[in-house]
């Protein structure tokens, strides 16, 4: 069955530095896939979606690269603040027909100031 | 743009009583809504996805005659949990898909509610 992994730990750093997060899938060929930021309380935010064609996607200071050879992906989070202190869900699109979304079970990001 | 809004964000009840959930697409028209549920510390699981007009695919697990699905337009699909008891209280997060792109479209989730049963 399709599975996906995210370091359960929480991943503390320091302001300034840069965050690395890592979503690692078995048995799955998603044509893509999504990162989201999660805050206590409230409901996932879509950040970014990269496709299996594309090795690398940027957005201000967030990098994205998807190794489908690997069956990883890593979400990077350059020069970190406090306010990026939150949980980063990974997720796949299944493979049925409606393409629901899979979630991993996410990375806590503490930033320290 | 791509705005869910999720309603109500916070409900107690007594155990029996029947809950409704509203989620609306507010700037987009969704063809497709899911509707998630996650426990404290984990993350969210799939329950079922409706499509506008059509019944509700459920997840395995899922009891339909406990959690029915109504997604009567593009705009607007409702969760109601009939007849709760203390095990179903999560928090039930809706999301929405829509637009031109069809699958390969993120999906936009609502805030969340808070379901507590007593």
């Known amino acids: 069955s399709q599975k996906i992994e995210q370091n359960s730990e929480a991943l503390n750093i320091q302001e300034g530095k840069t965050a690395t997060l890592t979503c690692n899938y078995t048995n799955y060929s998603p044509a893509y896939l999504q990162w989201y930021r999660q805050d206590p309380g409230r409901g996932p935010v879509f950040l970014l979606l990269i496709r299996e064609n594309e090795k690398e996607k940027r957005k201000e200071r967030l990098k994205v690269t998807f190794d489908t050879t690997l069956k990883q992906s890593l979400f990077h989070i350059t020069a970190s603040q406090p306010a990026d202190s939150a949980t980063y869900l990974c997720?796949?699109?299944?493979?049925?027909?409606?393409?629901?979304?899979?979630f991993g079970s996410g990375t806590r990001l503490q930033v320290q100031p | 743009g791509a705005v869910v809004s999720q309603h109500p964000s916070w409900v107690i009840c007594k155990s029996g009583t029947s809950v409704k959930i509203e989620c609306r697409s507010l700037?987009?028209?969704?063809?497709?809504m899911f509707w998630y549920r996650q426990f404290p510390k984990q993350s969210l699981m799939l329950m079922a996805t409706s499509n506008e007009g059509s019944k509700a695919t459920y997840e395995q697990g899922v009891e339909k005659d406990k959690f029915l699905i109504n997604h009567a337009s593009l705009t607007l699909s409702t969760l109601t949990v009939t007849s709760a008891h203390p095990e179903d209280s999560s928090f039930y997060i809706c999301?929405?898909?829509?637009?031109?792109?069809?699958?390969?479209?993120?999906?936009?989730f609502g805030d969340g509610t808070r379901l507590s049963i007593l």
């Open positions: 997720a796949l699109p299944d493979d049925t027909g409606r393409r629901a979304l899979t």
């Open positions: 700037d987009f028209q969704a063809t497709t």
């Open positions: 999301s929405a898909r829509g637009g031109t792109g069809g699958f390969n479209q993120p999906q936009h």
